[in-house]
Structure formats: C-alpha cells, structure tokens
C-alpha cells in the first residue's frame, strides 16, 4: 500500500458515568484517532492513551508527540507491503506500543478494506475455524461509592444483559466487596481487577477469597512483574489473569515458562497492535493458556477492532467490549448494542472495521488535528 497521508486527531468524549479505578476517577475520554489514505481508501486506528500516565506511562500527549515526530513520518509517503511488515518499520521507536497500536489498526483496516474483507476475516485466515460471529462480552465496573451501590450496578447490568461482571478493587475495598457480590449473585461469572494495587505480602488478602468461585483476579501485583506473580499463583485458588506486564509475545512467553498466570487480558493497544496480539493468541492457544480480549473504554472504531480479534478461537472467555452506550452518549460511530439473549456482541461483517465514521460528531468532538503528507 502507498500511504500518501495520516491524519491524526485528538478528540474528548464525556462518558455516562464516571469510571473509577485504582489509579483515580475518569470522567472524560480522550483518545487519538488516525486516518491513513493509501491507494484510494482510508483505514482507522484508535490510540487509547488516556490523559493521565496510570494505566501505561503513555499519555494522549506523549502519543501525540511520538506519533507526529516520529512514528507518522516514517511512514507517510513510503509504501508497506502489509501490517506484518509494519512493527519493523516502527522498531526504531523503543516502547510507545499505544501508539504504535493506532497504525498497525488503521493499516489492518486497509488491507481487509483492499481485500474487500472484514477485519475479523483477514485476522482469522489462518484458521481452519474462521472467524467467530458474536463474541462473548462482559462488563468492566469501576470503584463505585459504597458496596451497597456496587451490588446494585451489578444488579442493573445483569438486568441489561450482561453475563460476566468484573470489579474493580484496590487496597480496603476488597474481600468485603467480593463477598458482598458473591452473596448477592451466587452464580454470576465474576472477577476482579486491582490494577497492580497490591503487592504480595497481601496474598492474605487474596487467599481471604479463595471460597468465593470467582473467574479470575486480574493483575493484583506489579505493573511489570511477572515474577512475583508466579510466587502468587501457588497461594490461591482463584485463577490469576495478567493485563498490564504483558507488552508483547515475549512476555507472554516468559509468563508461560515460569506459570506467572492462568489467563491472559489481550489488549491489541497495549501490544502495539493485531501482529502481535495474534502472536499472543497462537503461542498461547498452543499452550492451553485461556485467553480474553481487554477494553481501554474505546470508541466504536477501536471496538470494531478488538470484535475482530476476539473473533479468533482462542479468546474463549468474555471480553471487555461492552456496549458503546454503556460508554458514551453518542459515539463518532453507530452504537455497539449487546445481544441481551447471550451476552455478546456482534463482530461487523462488512470490508474493513466494517464501521462508518459520523463525520459531525467527529468534528463536534475534536480538540486538535494535522494533517501529514509524505
Ligand atoms: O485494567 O482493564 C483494565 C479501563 C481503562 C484502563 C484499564 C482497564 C480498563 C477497564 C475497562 O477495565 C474495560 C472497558 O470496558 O473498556
Ligand atoms: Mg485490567
């Protein structure tokens, strides 16, 4: 493909509700957004950075400044023969796989786009299986005022739909909370999320919950250890997850060598993007590790994407890729609604993302934009 330009935009989404996790509330979404025209099309990347360096040390600010100095004029005006050619053209940029993950999106969009396939089709070649048409879904619940008020958010998404829940805890706000949504929905799928907010001197803390049949306890230690997680793992009984220390194939591998989970969250972004999320998927579906697709609370054309890895055989248990309007009010694309019968949503079917960008929300929420030609 000759990518004859990039747009990138920063665009700010208020969302329904405030979402509150280990690191601090959020109230209003800010992400990037690229467009890359190459041979007559226009294929979309999300860069789900937020404004604050909690989540990953990449902000929308650092993204936007290694995008435009860096990684968008190594590729603007150059030809790319596909997206697996793209990470060795970015590999002169160390880290930064959130924005990394914007392009290798938009550049998946394009050559599904070209091939007049789904993004979910293109990814899933490989199979025998072929892609999967609805993807299994959850819900994300950030830390909410009170345990009373959690149990009663649970309550009105169970009622919505939703067949697997995941709180979010951190430090005190804990056992009792787990205790208090197993007692309330003894036979709902639920899981936690600490955001690295322990450390393992606090394995009693986990251990206090072994009883409760939860899914899975999501990334209780270190932002990047993997280590004191294998030291973890023996002293529970609830099925350890990592999300935040695994940034590549690698560390998927390392995490398989030493047993430092059960499961892995595969966010695309956070991998610096589909290449590698799939590598991810192959290495561990061949070594039996369950594996499920991650949200960073994206916009339709970030969601579009993660339906379209989700789809792969492997990722056997529900995503984070809630409804959009669980989200935003009005999204820069059609609403994502939830198949409220089984708990999923549909993987678009159409060439590309299969989404239509709404050019007038878009404009309405953009801050910034350039434009780069080669
Ligand atoms: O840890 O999975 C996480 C959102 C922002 C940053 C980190 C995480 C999350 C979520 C929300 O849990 C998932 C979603 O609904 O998109
Ligand atoms: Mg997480």
């Given at each position: 493909m000759n990518i004859e330009r990039i747009d990138l935009y920063h665009i700010t989404q208020r969302l329904v509700s405030p979402f509150v996790t280990s690191f601090g509330p959020q109230q209003q979404r800010d992400c990037l957004l690229v467009a890359i025209h190459a041979d007559g099309l226009t294929g979309w990347g999300e860069c789900v950075a937020t404004n604050d360096p909690g989540y990953s040390y990449e902000t929308v600010g650092t993204a936007w400044h290694v995008l435009s100095d860096f990684l968008i004029p190594a590729l603007a005006g150059r030809s790319l023969d596909g997206p697996e050619a793209l990470a060795p053209s970015l590999a002169?940029?160390?880290?930064?796989p959130l924005a990394k993950a914007a392009l290798d999106q938009a550049v998946w969009d394009l050559a599904a786009q070209r091939e007049g396939l789904s993004f979910a089709a293109l990814l899933a070649?490989?199979?025998?299986?072929?892609?999967?048409?609805r993807v299994k879904v959850g819900v994300s619940i950030g830390i909410q005022p009170s345990i009373e008020r959690t149990v009663e958010v649970i309550g009105a998404y169970v009622a919505a739909g939703y067949g697997r829940i995941k709180l979010k805890i951190k430090p005190g706000h804990d056992v009792a909370l787990a205790r208090a949504a197993r007692a309330a929905f003894p036979d709902l799928p639920i899981m936690l999320d600490?955001?690295?907010?322990?450390?393992?001197?606090?394995?009693p803390t986990f251990q206090a919950m072994d009883?409760?049949?939860?899914l899975m306890l999501e990334?209780?230690?270190?932002?990047?250890?993997i280590y004191d997680h294998s030291r973890l793992r023996p002293l529970i009984q609830t099925p350890l997850c990592l999300d935040e220390s695994i940034h590549s194939a690698d560390h998927a591998r390392y995490a398989l060598a030493i047993g430092a989970c059960d499961i892995i969250n595969v966010k695309p972004s956070r991998v610096a993007g589909w290449t590698e999320a799939r590598r991810i998927h192959d290495l561990c579906r061949a070594a039996d590790m369950s594996l499920w697709v991650g949200g960073m609370l994206e916009t339709g054309v970030g969601r579009a994407a993660q339906l379209a890895l989700a789809?792969?055989?492997?990722?056997?248990l529900p995503g984070d890729i809630s409804a959009t309007d669980r989200y935003y009010e009005r999204d820069i694309t059609a609403p994502f609604t939830l198949n409220r019968e089984d708990s999923t949503l549909t993987v678009p079917d159409g060439p590309g993302l299969g989404v239509a960008i709404d050019f007038d929300q878009l404009a309405a929420v953009t801050l910034r934009r350039e434009s780069f030609a080669g």
């Open positions: 002169f940029v160390r880290g930064h070649r490989p199979y025998a299986e072929g892609p999967r048409a600490a955001n690295s907010a322990f450390r393992l001197e606090d394995a009883d409760l049949n939860l990334q209780p230690l270190g932002y990047e250890d789809a792969l055989p492997g990722f056997t």
